[in-house]
């Protein structure tokens, strides 16, 4: 998988998710053998860029490169100024949201709503593309709604506008994150144009991933949801369409080896306060569908420190591995003993 200059190491690529997708987690699911991961979008509007928040978005100290960092707006000059900016700040390839769901997003014309007018879609793209001398992605829903999937007509406009890559997500709009996602159009898409695709939406399992590369033929897959609380999902498919062989499941250990470096990533780059904070939605992540894990998260959400956080995870994970060294999946990709 190239993107312009940018060779991945693999076809895996982490998805862009607001509120998950921070430095740390993308440093991890790199190490855990994601090729690339995208940042959390940063906003288009200049006076936000002084925020704490698009500071930390905007930080990409010891990242492994390449180093991909998703913007979003509906004004085709202002996504320009904060392409260059986020260049300015280490950016290697500027991503553009036109896939994200979310009321407050679209309702500003961001995001997936932008799907509804291709005219201004071109304009963005070609200010962008000429705004900056690196790689230009996009991130697309298949369209607004079933009525209206524009996914093809769409690529055709990112292709001739110079973008380097497209990633669609198999849902529309309308759809969010509700029902299953159709593989069809991208694979629609993928037929139609030269520059590589990446296909995203429900994958799961290994074996999820080989059957969307073999039926679309994308160049390369996205995963997202599935790799909240589970990291080491793209060393499992890496080997998977390596070898056709699974991987067995981590050990009680080591998950609790990942998450604790993990915490500790997390109180680093946010602070103690907002870092317990922010630490609480990915323990419960990591810790859905175990023994006890209920009331272990009631818990969790009561702690105010750093040091209590640290010591209850690992009482947590001590008292697992009494029963078993081992973990086995089972519904939805979540694991028990």
Not at 90 to 104: L, R, V
Request: positive net charge; glycine residues 8%; aromatic residues 6%.
């Amino acid at each position: 998988m190239q993107i312009g200059t940018h060779i991945l190491k693999n076809k895996l690529i982490v998805a862009p998710m607001a509120g998950v997708t921070d430095r740390p987690f993308r440093q991890l699911c790199k190490i855990m053998g994601a090729g690339m991961a995208i940042s959390e979008m940063v906003s288009s509007n200049s006076l936000l860029w002084g925020s704490k928040k698009t500071q930390r978005r905007a930080n990409h100290e010891g990242e492994v490169s390449p180093i991909s960092v998703q913007i979003a707006g509906a004004d085709p000059k202002m996504l320009a100024a904060a392409a260059r900016y986020n260049v300015e700040n280490g950016a290697q390839i500027i991503d553009i949201n036109m896939g994200c769901p979310a009321k407050k997003i679209c309702n500003v014309m961001a995001g997936s709503a932008l799907l509804q007018n291709e005219k201004l879609v071109g304009k963005i793209l070609d200010a962008v593309v000429k705004a900056v001398d690196i790689p230009v992605t996009l991130k697309i829903r298949t369209g607004w709604d079933k009525q209206h999937k524009n996914a093809l007509s769409i690529a055709h406009i990112a292709e001739n506008s110079g973008v380097q890559a497209l990633a669609i997500h198999g849902r529309t709009r309308a759809c969010a994150y509700t029902g299953d996602a159709e593989y069809d159009t991208i694979a629609a898409v993928k037929a139609a144009i030269k520059i590589p695709v990446i296909a995203n939406g429900d994958i799961t399992t290994p074996e999820k991933a080989k059957h969307i590369l073999a039926y679309t033929r994308a160049d390369a897959i996205m995963i997202g949801r599935a790799a909240q609380g589970r990291p080491w999902i793209f060393r499992e498919i890496n080997h998977y369409l390596e070898t056709g062989q699974h991987l067995q499941t981590p050990e009680v250990a080591e998950i609790q080896r990942i998450l604790i470096n993990h915490l500790y990533d997390l109180y680093d780059f946010y602070g103690e306060y907002s870092g317990v904070r922010v630490a609480r939605k990915h323990i419960s992540w990591y810790t859905k569908g175990l023994i006890g894990s209920a009331g272990f998260r009631q818990s969790m959400n009561q702690l105010q420190t750093s040091d209590q956080q640290i010591s209850e995870t690992n009482n947590f994970f001590s008292k697992l591995a009494e029963h078993d060294q081992r973990l086995s999946y089972i519904k939805k990709g979540e694991f028990s003993l």
